[in-house]
């Protein structure tokens, strides 16, 4: 029977039920193998609920380090009966399947085309363990000691994990590493050695940081100064928040007195907590909240009013499947439109597109500055996938040397001089105008803020030229802000390439890695990833530059295509459309798929080409 | 309402507050209400009480939500920074606020749309947080700007004023605020400055959520006979506790008061609360026992006003957040960001 060789490049899926104990195991595993140098890429897929329904988690192993799901599993680690005929036909031809054979199965739950490994898993549990809980946790550790003797790991790494892990909690140390050797002991004495499936110690993962997009951003809203935090608990954002706490926590309690540098609400619903957000940028801190689809609906009235009375707020969109409920543990990037044009009325708003935890990081703290800069509510549009999965990414950084650029404030002594204040009086050409903070000044400064039309000075209006002036004011406002957001990323082909591609967000992995594939296999293609909103000129450049462009999306409507066509006022004819939307993360071989089909319908070249 | 405008020269000789500012510094706008509206009382009370309280104006902060009530801030303290947000939301932006910045006075006005309908859900948690702020509901009965259809503070069997009988059963706001953990309730009555204003003073030097529940008639569209918000309603059917005098700082007290008729009540920064008590049996610092007194009183179609509830030993949100002294919002980069050195460690953990 054919039997898949690779080192350091293959997938390995964890089936469990959840609530089992299984998911710190699986990470465990997943660390100890970036601890032999070599890049792991892995994927929680969970369901909306606590405990005993299915769980997965996919580990790529990838030697050249793509963070991209890869798609296929060459190894399932199937643990759960519910799941187990789907876990099975998953299975690439020639791979494995280990499982608990404690009770026998019969033959027809099997394939013959993959290699079989069983193990009985629970006998050992229950010969070593009395209490049901200590049976029940210590399978996944047993497991995770079998797999490294089958895939030939380094066992020290996992032990060394365990000891960082349990220090100065010797006896959960011991009873975790005494597991670990029952089952590597067993795998090695009676399931043959190692499988065709491999870990070899590299030095492929270098400086990088493992870490989730949920942890990065809250971490980069420490960084860039938010102190106040209302959030409303919802998939898959919590634990940003949760995360902010922590880190707050940490880093923000005033040593001299044990008082807190920041004042997080649970708030009753989301609607309240933009409210608190928009309340306390408005008296001058630096607010966020951090929600997905279902909550930026709820918000959309009061993310009106802070576009059109200019108030900074930071919203950090996970983005999950919708509409409604809809896969709330699944990814997509479908909150693109609702986001770019949040409210009634006529409305935009900055967008930010992190690819990963690093940008997650570098943009929700630089989120702080834009909403201050530009006073309007600034998105993070991140989603499930970077969230709440743990990845290799490059490390964060930070300059001590930077100030937090708190926009156009003017102050009591800026007042007293005789500058003339207008709360949207355009000073600087630039649309943006100057603020007060509530209790600057005893006389002057002091303006009302207000959701329908005003005069440059705040004063109450219904006039249609006042409204105007208002409104096209916020335009050049929305210019100006192309040039202060991250620009568009090129990645140029090796080779004269007449396919361009745009992408952006999470889809960024499997794209890199598709990219490679294509030029492999000599199709050549220069990428442009879009990092912002409004887009920059650069975008209409690279689209001009090519006959066909792709815009690869995570969502079914093709919205950031729409937004392309409706704002970069782009060609439609000239965009093709490759998206996935099914709830999984893209991959690079749909991505390589998808375009191979339209690259080899259109090699008729293009009648520009002819003419010229 | 008026289309003149309000002369800017003053009297030199009008009398000044401790901080310097005579009572005309607390106006604002001239009121764009109907004329009569009990709002416009309510407005002229806060500025009596601001300037009585000698805050200064630009130290307060003004919200409110959608209706004619949040019309209101902007015909008072025209120094202060005010806010008029979405409907029903003024206690979330109101918390916002006041998280970044403890050092100003919030005074939120409100209608009863506006916190007892579309916002009630904020009103609630506002009141259960303990947002240190004065929260005022102009409490009429109706929809004023929308011309006249009913709140959900209208009594069951009150009538429009096209004489439809309303079968909705009234949302009390004070019972609510009793329940829901607010320190310092309160109703009064737009007709009756005098127990209104020391109720806001009071309110104001209050640590924590401080509710009003202030009957303002709309003489527009409920000020006839049927409606249980009109003047004459409430004149008739008004059953003051207590009256209130407000003593900032510890002040002595020296006036003599027959013995069992005055009440005091020593607030958590020293200030005094006086009460003449109007109803000997009547315990303005029992909760349980406020809500079983108002309850059975409105039962009789009785308005009970005056303060209803106070907690001396209040505790507001920051207290609760355990915040530093510093408003938030003069936080700089200096202190809140970790620093590079920080960061290396938190690479090197995740690794």
């Known amino acids: 029977m054919k039997q898949i060789t690779s080192t350091n490049d293959f997938v390995i899926k964890f089936a469990n039920v959840n609530g089992s104990g299984s998911?710190?195991?699986?990470?465990?595993?997943?660390?100890?193998?970036?601890r032999m140098g070599v890049p792991v890429a892995p994927r929680n897929i969970f369901p909306s609920n606590i405990q005993g329904l299915p769980t997965w988690y996919e580990v790529r192993v990838t030697e050249n380090g793509y963070q991209g799901r890869r798609g296929g599993v060459d190894l399932m680690v199937a643990m759960n009966p519910q799941t187990w005929d789907a876990d099975i036909k998953e299975i690439e031809e020639g791979g494995y399947l280990f499982y608990d054979n404690t009770k026998p199965l019969p033959q027809s739950k099997f394939r013959a085309d993959i290699n079989v490994i069983g193990m009985p898993l629970t006998e050992i549990c229950n010969a070593t363990y009395t209490d049901p809980r200590q049976r029940q946790l210590f399978k996944n550790i047993v497991y995770v000691g079998?797999?490294?003797?089958?895939l030939d790991m380094d066992p020290n790494e996992i032990e060394r994990l365990f000891s960082e892990q349990y220090k100065g909690k010797e006896a959960l140390l011991q009873s975790n590493v005494k597991a670990l050797r029952l089952g590597r002991d067993y795998a090695q004495q009676h399931l043959g050695g190692?499988?065709?499936?491999?870990?070899?110690?590299?030095d492929n993962v270098?400086?990088?940081?493992?870490?989730?997009?949920?942890?990065?951003?809250?971490?980069?809203?420490?960084?860039?100064?938010?102190?106040?935090?209302?959030?409303?608990p919802i998939t898959p954002s919590s634990s940003l928040a949760e995360a902010f706490i922590r880190y707050c926590q940490k880093h923000r309690v005033d040593p001299a007195n044990s008082k807190n540098k920041f004042a997080i609400v649970q708030a009753e619903d989301e609607l309240a907590s933009i409210g608190m957000v928009i309340g306390a940028s408005w008296n001058g801190a630096r607010a966020f909240t951090a929600t997905s689809g279902p909550g930026i609906s709820l918000m959309t009235e009061f993310i009106g009013l802070a576009y059109f009375a200019e108030i900074p707020a930071v919203i950090v969109d996970v983005q999950r499947g919708g509409p409604s409920t809809g896969m709330p543990t699944r990814t997509q990037q479908s909150d693109v439109i609702a986001c770019a044009y949040a409210s009634h009325g006529d409305t935009k708003h900055v967008l930010l597109f992190p690819e990963d935890p690093t940008e997650c990081f570098e943009f929700t703290a630089k989120a702080f500055d834009l909403a201050e800069r530009l006073q309007t509510p600034i998105f993070l549009m991140t989603d499930l996938d970077i969230g709440m999965n743990t990845r290799l990414c490059a490390p964060f950084q930070w300059d001590d040397k930077q100030a937090y650029d708190r926009g156009k404030i003017m102050t009591s002594a800026m007042l007293d001089s005789g500058r003339d204040f207008g709360r949207y009086l355009d000073v600087d050409g630039d649309g943006i105008t100057y603020r007060t903070y509530p209790g600057t000044h005893a006389t002057r400064g002091g303006y009302f803020t207000r959701g329908t039309t005003k005069n440059r000075y705040a004063g109450y209006s219904e006039t249609g030229p006042?409204?105007?002036?208002?409104?096209?004011?916020?335009?050049?406002?929305?210019?100006?802000?192309?040039?202060l957001v991250p620009a568009p990323l090129l990645y140029p082909a090796e080779r004269p390439a007449r396919f361009g591609a745009i992408f952006y967000g999470s889809t960024s992995p499997a794209m890199q890695e598709a990219l490679d594939v294509l030029a492999s296999r000599g199709v050549h293609v220069n990428a442009l990833r879009v990092r912002a909103f409004p887009f920059q000129d650069e975008i209409n450049d690279f689209v001009a530059s090519h006959p066909w462009v792709f815009v690869i999306e995570q969502n079914r409507d093709a919205q950031l295509k729409t937004l392309l066509v409706n704002e970069a006022k782009i060609n439609p004819s000239r965009l093709l459309s490759v998206l996935h939307y099914d709830g999984t993360p893209i991959t690079a071989r749909f991505i390589v798929d998808q375009i191979s089909q339209h690259a080899a319908a259109r090699t008729v070249v293009p009648l520009k080409k002819v003419v010229s | 309402m008026t289309y003149l405008a309000k002369p800017k020269l003053h009297h030199p000789d009008l009398p000044k507050n401790s901080v310097g500012h005579t009572r005309r510094d607390y106006e604002g706008r001239i009121s764009t209400l109907c004329a009569g509206c009990g709002h416009d009382s309510i407005s002229a009370a806060i500025i009596q009480a601001c300037w009585e309280t000698n805050i200064e104006p630009h130290k307060v902060a003004k919200l409110s939500g959608i209706g004619c009530s949040s019309k209101t801030p902007?015909?008072?303290?025209?120094?202060?920074?005010?806010?008029?947000?979405?409907?029903?939301?003024?206690?979330?932006?109101?918390?916002?606020?006041?998280?970044?910045?403890?050092?100003?006075?919030?005074?939120?006005?409100s209608g009863d749309g506006d916190s007892a309908s579309i916002g009630i859900g904020q009103f609630a948690h506002c009141m259960r947080r303990g947002v240190n702020m004065v929260y005022i509901v102009e409490n009429n009965g109706v929809y004023g700007l929308t011309k006249g259809q009913f709140?959900?503070?209208?009594?069951?069997?009150?009538?429009?004023?096209?004489?439809i009988a309303n079968s909705d059963e009234p949302i009390d706001m004070v019972g609510l605020a009793l329940q829901l953990g607010a320190s310092f309730v309160a109703r009064s009555f737009s007709g009756d400055k005098q127990q209104l204003v020391p109720l806001i003073k009071a309110a104001i030097e209050h640590k924590g959520a401080a509710f009003i529940d202030v009957v303002s008639p709309c003489v527009a569209f409920n000020n006839h006979s049927g409606s249980t918000k009109s003047y004459d309603y409430v004149r008739e059917h008004n059953e003051a506790v207590n009256r209130l005098d407000f003593i900032s700082g510890r002040d002595e007290i020296t006036t003599d008061y027959a013995p069992g008729t005055v009440t005091t009540v020593t607030q958590h920064d020293g200030s005094v609360l006086r009460l003449r008590k109007l109803d000997p049996e009547y315990d303005a610092t029992d909760r349980l026992k406020a809500m079983d007194y108002i309850q059975q009183h409105h039962a009789r179609g009785e308005v009970v006003t005056g303060l209803l509830y106070v907690d001396p030993e209040s505790s507001d949100l920051h207290e609760h957040l355990n915040t530093v002294d510093a408003p938030l919002n003069r936080l700089t980069e200096r202190e809140l960001c970790p620093g590079a050195v920080a960061l290396e460690k938190i690479n090197a953990s995740l690794r």
């Open chain 1, 23 to 34: 998911a710190s195991a699986n990470e465990l595993f997943a660390r100890s193998i970036l």
């Open chain 1, 146 to 150: 079998a797999l490294s003797a089958l």
């Open chain 1, 194 to 202: 190692p499988i065709g499936l491999k870990i070899k110690r590299a």
């Open chain 1, 206 to 232: 270098g400086n990088k940081i493992f870490i989730d997009g949920n942890s990065a951003a809250a971490l980069g809203a420490v960084y860039g100064g938010a102190t106040v935090c209302a959030w409303y």
């Open chain 2, 151 to 163: 709140s959900a503070t209208a009594d069951k069997g009150s009538k429009s004023k096209r004489g």
């Open chain 1, 466 to 483: 006042d409204y105007i002036d208002n409104v096209q004011r916020l335009l050049r406002k929305f210019d100006t802000a192309k040039k």
């Open chain 2, 74 to 109: 902007d015909y008072f303290l025209g120094n202060s920074h005010g806010f008029n947000s979405v409907h029903g939301r003024m206690p979330s932006v109101a918390t916002g606020a006041n998280l970044a910045n403890r050092d100003l006075l919030y005074l939120g006005v």
